[in-house]
């Protein structure tokens, strides 16, 4: 079965940092994308950050450009997202879904295959 596992959510003070991360399982780690989504408290899904992990290739959304950094382990199947200077808007609980590198559109919620449970992050103010 594919499972992902996200971690490291949890609380903040503004400006500060978190690493999140998203162990995969079940499938060729080499041959997907993983991306994380976000839901805001009364606000839609929205798409956060993406890496290929067949190539490399890393996205971001604007708000979180330059401030946060997608990275894969391919040795321990996990991809992290460090995020800094936080802010309240950053508050929402973090989702990672994959989907084979060959159907990967960054930041499509339709086209995502596989989703883990969420981890939950609160930035204070």
């Known amino acids: 079965d594919v499972q992902l596992q996200a971690s490291g959510g949890g609380l903040v003070q503004a400006g500060g940092s978190l690493k999140l991360s998203c162990a995969a399982s079940?499938?060729?780690?080499?041959?997907?994308?993983i991306c994380w989504f976000r839901r805001a408290p009364g606000k839609e899904l929205e798409g956060v950050s993406c890496i290929n992990t067949n190539d490399g290739d890393a996205y971001y959304v604007d708000a979180v450009k330059g401030r946060s950094t997608i990275s894969s382990d391919i040795a321990r199947n996990t991809v992290h997202l460090l995020m800094s200077r936080l802010t309240p808007e950053d508050t929402a609980l973090y989702y990672c879904?994959?989907?084979?590198?060959?159907?990967?559109?960054?930041?499509?919620?339709?086209?995502?295959?596989?989703w883990g449970r969420g981890t939950l992050v609160t930035v204070s103010s």
């Open positions: 879904a994959s989907v084979r590198a060959y159907d990967f559109i960054p930041f499509d919620v339709s086209n995502m295959e596989y």
């Open positions: 079940g499938y060729i780690f080499e041959d997907h994308a």
